[in-house]
């Protein structure tokens, strides 16, 4: 990432940051920037999540967050809808290659870790729409526990009708208007 790059990142997640202050209370960008300068890794997994439409927040996910503990910064995908670069995969690999016809392109979870991010959780998901009306006309293919991907399927959530609902899908599926939130734990 060359230095213009990485500044005109940290302007846009400084700017974000600011107008969503809800979603981080008692924290403040200063220290947020001072982890992102000294985290190259990090700042490579949040620029892919922005250019593939992610818009990455810090957000207080609580016990959900999967940070691990005190100290740690949670960024996860808060653009409104799935984000648009991450759309139209299937949940895995195996998915993938159980298709024998239309292969999509790509699977969310190879996605996710390419990008150097996880897929969010179902607790996750529920904690990240407190903070706002998120997937209400797309969905997010979701981390799902190995009981349900070793019977073929996967999990995915949206939010229709004033509600948060969690369902299932064959794991080969996909749709043009199913994606994949990522999430990112910054020391």
């Known amino acids: 990432m060359t230095g213009h790059e990485r500044e ?14 809800p979603r ?3 924290l403040g960008w200063a220290a947020v920037a001072a982890r992102l300068e000294a ?6 997994a949040l620029r892919a999540m922005e250019a593939s ?5 810090v957000v207080d996910l609580g016990e959900a967050g999967g940070g691990g503990g005190r100290g740690r910064l949670v960024f ?13 995969v299937c949940y895995d690999r195996e998915a993938l290659e159980a298709r024998k016809a239309h292969k999509p392109q790509g699977s969310a979870q190879e996605m996710a870790a390419a990008m150097g991010v996880r897929l969010l959780t179902e607790a996750q998901y529920h904690a990240l729409q407190r903070f706002g009306d998120f ?3 797309t969905s997010s293919w979701l981390e799902t526990p190995g009981d349900v991907r070793s019977r073929g399927g ?4 949206d939010r229709r009708y004033g509600r948060v609902s969690i369902y299932h899908n064959g794991a080969q599926s996909y749709y043009a208007v199913r994606g994949f939130r990522g999430w990112l734990a910054v020391e």
Not at 39 to 44: F, S, Y
Not at 154 to 157: K, N
């Open 53 to 57: 439409g992610g818009e990455p927040d």
């Open 135 to 137: 997937d209400t006309k």
């Open 76 to 88: 996860c995908d808060c653009a409104a809808e799935s984000p648009t670069g991450r759309r139209n």
């Open 39 to 44: 985290d190259t890794q990090a700042l490579r």
């Open 154 to 157: 996967a999990l995915f959530g």
């Open 8 to 21: 005109e990142l940290l302007q846009a997640l400084k700017a974000r940051f600011e107008r969503h202050m």
């Open 24 to 26: 981080h209370p008692g």
